[in-house]
């Protein structure tokens, strides 16, 4: 702080303390807040919609931003925070603040950074939700977003325009697991005095960790991996000290897209576990799509851990040598209606694998993206996106990786 300036230190909330080569694995496990007076060794859930001051003149101070302190849950809560640490710490992002959803982190994004006029370039392959997202809910508010490929950085950097404040980006993608360039990305966005913002949903910071590549911000669906049980749906946003405090935290004060403690408290517990499934789960995954491309019921596999994968070597360097827990396959049949009517039946035929579009579970899941996530596109859009009807797409679970070959070999034999 320089000595002109007439502002005193912030009082800050106190921080746990590591060594600075500790490893993902500990922080996982241990990063948050120190324990409370009574010593808990698991982290307290703090169900509290607000918090009491011990007189006026801290309330006052608490309230002018001078003191960090828990206020109001809308916007700062114990649980919460420690939710934020952990992850930030994971990221290696300086800050995290937490949201109600993937998608209002999205929101609250786009609601932080842009205003009417602004301009986004934005990879025609990420998550739907977040397409609708950003041309109709925020195309109505004036902010324009130029959709391009997944893999083809020229088009990105042809997209820019002067008003481009945002690249976003999301790697692998799903269902088809295209893999982009996170640095290549980076260097677009900058060079043109624009942010990039990366979706690490599908890899979690297990695996990749957008901001050493470059990245400026993280996007997160909390509902995904880091939760990675499937129970509760929430989303966070990574970034700088500077960006989180100064321009998302103002938003979220006002704007309320909040997570509960209750659902950062599972999310939480969830991260500690997020390596080791992380690893086991790509581990099974990579073993699947192996035995998938063997068998002469699938046209095709797309697994970014198999050297047939066009990025495979870009995904590898990326994803710190593994894969994902995603795989996506094509099953055989002449034509579409035979396709789908095969995929269908190797969908029909499991006992093992859940039928839903969620991912990130360690209960595997299996769908059919032509009739479900991506059932309201038209056939011609379904075609560019490369989304067929032979198209399955299985998240990998827990399971023992034999109990899964059979579960799908019951309907893929029934179609050779
Ligand atoms: C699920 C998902 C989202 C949205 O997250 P919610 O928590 O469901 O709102 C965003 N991006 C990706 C890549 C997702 O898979």
New binding site residues.
Partial sequence: MSTTDPKPEKKRLPRKEFAPDVRLETLAVREGLPSTEWGENSEGLFLTSSFNHPDAATAAARFANEEEAFVYTRFSNPTTMMFERRLAALEGTEAAIATS??????MLLVMGLLKAGDHVVCSRS??G??IKLLQGEFGKFGVQTTFVSQTDVAEWRAAIQPNTKLLFA?TPS?PLTEVCDIAQLAEVAHAAGALLAV?N??CSPALQRPTKLGADLI?H????YLDGQGRV???AICGSEQLIENVFVPVMRSAGMSLSPFNAWVVLKGLETLSIRMAAQSASALALATWLEAHPGVARVYYPGLPSHPQHELAMKQQGGLGGAVVSFIAKGEGAEAARRNAFAVIDHTRICSITS???DTKTTITHPATTSHGRLTEDQRQAAGITQGMIRVAVGLEHIEDLKADLASGLNSIV
């Fill in positions: 959803s993937g998608m209002s982190a999205i990420v998550f939700s977040t999301e799903n979706d949903c599908f996007i669906s909390g509902t995904k749906v929430a989303g969620n991912l990130g």
